[in-house]
């Protein structure tokens, strides 16, 4: 029998296992690519052409048929595989079926990738964050867990599709995430991973069962070692004290505080923090409203004004971490808050987002202002006219939280005040 198509995927890839376990399972013979290697083959026209997201896995039929996202491909297989009853004999049962591949999907390995991601550096390292991952992942496997204490299916008596994504998602977790003393608590995911990894048409699918002793963990690098100080010259013996209305004046005075270069500028006759009473207080816009105060106090001879864009916007994922990530921008800049107003937000979806936003600054130039934070060029900065109609409707809107920019509404955001 010819193959009912080809699957683009590769041995490290978690869920093209499940979806070759469907296959096995269902009967239907499918073919593997000849040569492929990613993060090259997938960036080529020829594959962009079939599959425009460049992702893998995906499906390339013998009839023509194209498909892409792990799931989809998934339930496809299934389906062509009628005999083995992968979705379920039921409508019921198929619903059910969708249930935990999507809890295993989205609670689980979503959060075995975020937490891998911290510890190595990917995402820049936050302990609540990990912490948040842990206990939301810990809490989706206690439900699973308490599903398949009492059977030795997910959904009915015989494997599902459900089985086959539980079973590969865990068996990804146990070997980064869910450690030896976290297994102890989930004995019935165990025996079911062992179970369906065991399967004789699947097992060389699936292969060994790699389980991690200690969770991944976040190491922080190494400091370089500080140059020893110089011994320190032996005191000379003190002079004798001379009494409190002979004491002199020391010798040297104090050093004085550095004196921060905007300190010099020329007065402004807008009043910064002014403004950040007036934009918290103020509807933004409208009479009377932040925008209509700032326009009339505006100095731009004092203060200029600049939009802020992410570099690196391919690298985000999560609209909830991109407005975390510029938290921590925000915290990192707090030598300058009183030089500076921010108002930069997310816009987008999870995994297609960007961040954007406006600084007011003070002088003619943001180096500066900005520099006090050590990831400030990660960022770029464009100086706004406020003549400009464009340029003026960039700024209101993001800083009335409207920003719209190539089809990207705003979806969450930050202010520095």
């Known amino acids: 029998m010819a193959p009912a198509g080809t699957l683009y995927t590769v041995d490290a890839q978690w869920k093209g296992k499940a979806i070759r376990a469907a296959a096995a399972l269902g009967g239907v013979e499918i073919a593997l690519p000849e040569k492929y290697e990613h993060y090259v083959d997938n960036k080529k026209s020829e594959f962009l052409a079939k599959f425009p ?3 893998i896995p995906a499906w390339d039929g013998a009839d023509g048929f194209k ?7 998934a339930r496809y297989i299934s389906r062509l595989g009628k005999n083995a009853n992968l979705l379920g004999t039921s409508p019921a049962d198929a619903a059910l079926v969708e249930q935990f591949v999507h809890l295993a999907e989205t609670e689980v390995d979503v959060y075995t990738d975020f937490t891998r991601g911290l510890c190595t550096g990917v995402i820049p390292y936050s302990k609540p964050a990990h912490n ?23 959904v009915g008596e015989r494997i599902t599709l459900a089985d086959l994504w539980v079973a590969v998602i865990f068996q990804k977790a146990v070997g980064v995430t869910v450690d030896a003393a976290a297994r102890t608590k989930l004995p019935n995911l165990v025996r079911h991973l062992e179970t369906i990894a065991n399967q004789p048409l699947i097992k060389d699918l699936y292969g060994p069962i790699n389980y991690a002793e200690k969770a991944i963990q976040f190491t922080p690098p190494a400091k370089e070692p500080k140059a020893p100080k110089p011994a320190a010259a032996p005191k000379p013996k003190a002079a004798p004290k001379p009494a409190a209305d002979d004491e002199e004046e020391p010798d040297v005075p104090a050093e004085p505080k550095a004196k921060n270069p905007l300190d010099d500028l020329p007065k402004s006759t807008l009043n910064l923090e002014d403004w950040k009473r007036a934009y918290s207080n103020k509807e933004t816009r409208g009479a009377g409203g ?17 939009r802020v864009d992410f570099k690196y916007n391919e690298e985000l994922t999560q609209t909830f971490m991109s407005s975390n990530q510029i938290g921590g921008f925000f915290n990192r800049l707090e030598a300058s808050r009183k030089y500076i107003f921010g108002s930069v937000g997310v816009l987008g ?15 003619p130039d943001y180096e500066p202002v900005v520099n006090a ?17 464009a340029d003026k409707a960039f700024f209101e809107g993001a800083l009335a939280w409207d920003l719209e920019v190539d089809g990207k509404k705003w979806v969450d955001g930050k202010n520095l005040k």
């Open 349 to 363: 979806e999870s995994n297609n987002s960007i961040i954007t936003g406006v600084f007011i600054t003070r002088g």
């Open 290 to 306: 932040a925008l209509e105060w700032f326009y009339q106090n505006n100095d731009p001879a004092g203060y200029s004004i600049w």
């Open 132 to 154: 948040f991952f842990v206990e939301r992942q810990t809490r989706a496997l206690n439900t699973l867990e308490q599903h398949i204490s009492t059977r030795t299916f997910f």
């Open 67 to 73: 498909l892409y996202e792990s799931t989809a491909i």
């Open 373 to 389: 934070a050590p990831d400030w060029e990660s960022y770029s900065y464009t100086k706004l006219d406020l003549s400009n109609d």
């Open 53 to 55: 997201h460049g992702k």
